[in-house]
T-cell receptor
C-alpha cells in the first residue's frame, strides 16, 4: 500500500513557541491531505483539508491562525502550531488521498507542550 | 453529512474467540465504507473497505459486508489473536467526501 510519513514522531516544546509537523506521501502524489487531532481514547477530529497550491479548508471551531497549514507540493503538507500552549498537546495525524480517492495515514506526531 | 455509530468498548475476548464490532452509519447517497485499525502509539491503517452495497471487504481474517438495507458495516473475525488487540474505527466516506470516524472500539485479546 501507499506510504505516508510524518516528522517528527514526537516533539516537546515550551509554551509560546511554534512547532512544525511534516506529512509526506512517499510513493504517490497527493493533491489532498488531511490533518486530524486525536485526544486520548477518543476518535479522530478532522482539523482541516489541505489542498496543494491553495488555501486549506478548516473545520468549524479550528483556529486557522493558530494551526497554519501549507501544502507546498504534491508530496508534502506541513502543520505549524503557533504559540503553542499546553492544551495543544495532542496526537496529530495526517492522511493523504490518492488519485483513486483512498486515504492513507501517517504514523502520527505526539506533541507535548510544557 | 455522514455520521457513524460504533459499539462501545472495550471488547475483551480470549484468544480464538469470535469477534463482532457493530457499526451503523447515516449518509446521503451511498458512500464507501472503511474499517481502520490503530495499534498502540501508531497512526491508522486501512483494514478493509467496501465500495457498494453487498460488497464484502476482507483482510487478515477480518471481514465486513456493506448492508444498505440496514446501513451497517459490522466487522467480524472468526478467531482473534492477541496481536489483534487495537482500536478499530469504522468510517463512511471516501471518494471526494471526507472520512467521518466513529469513536473507535478498543479490542483487548487475552491469551
Amino acid at each position: 500500500g501507499a506510504v505516508v510519513s510524518q516528522h517528527p514522531s514526537r516533539v516537546i516544546c515550551k509554551s509560546g513557541t511554534s512547532v512544525k509537523i511534516e506529512c509526506r506521501s512517499l510513493d504517490f502524489q497527493a493533491t489532498t491531505m488531511f490533518w486530524y487531532r486525536q485526544f486520548p481514547k477518543k476518535s479522530l477530529m478532522l482539523m482541516a483539508t489541505s489542498n496543494e497550491g491553495s488555501k486549506a479548508t478548516y473545520e468549524q471551531g479550528v483556529e486557522k491562525d493558530k494551526f497554519l497549514i501549507n501544502h507546498a507540493s504534491l508530496t508534502l503538507s506541513t502543520l505549524t502550531v503557533t504559540s503553542a500552549h499546553p492544551e495543544d498537546s495532542s496526537f496529530y495525524i495526517c492522511s493523504a488521498r490518492t488519485q483513486t480517492y483512498e486515504q492513507y495515514f501517517g504514523p502520527g506526531t505526539r506533541l507535548t507542550v510544557t | 453529512g455522514n455520521s457513524v455509530t460504533q459499539m462501545e468498548g472495550p471488547v475483551t475476548l480470549s484468544e480464538e474467540a469470535f469477534l463482532t464490532i457493530n457499526c451503523t452509519y447515516t449518509a446521503t447517497g451511498y458512500p464507501s465504507l472503511f474499517w481502520y485499525v490503530q495499534y498502540p502509539g501508531e497512526g491508522l491503517q486501512l483494514l478493509l473497505k467496501a465500495t457498494k452495497a453487498d460488497d464484502k471487504g476482507s483482510n487478515k481474517g477480518f471481514e465486513a459486508t456493506y448492508r444498505k438495507e440496514t446501513t451497517s458495516f459490522h466487522l467480524e473475525k472468526g478467531s482473534v489473536q492477541v496481536s489483534d488487540s487495537a482500536v478499530y474505527f469504522c468510517a463512511p466516506g471516501g471518494g471526494t467526501d471526507k472520512l467521518i470516524f466513529g469513536t473507535g472500539t478498543r479490542l483487548q485479546v487475552f491469551p
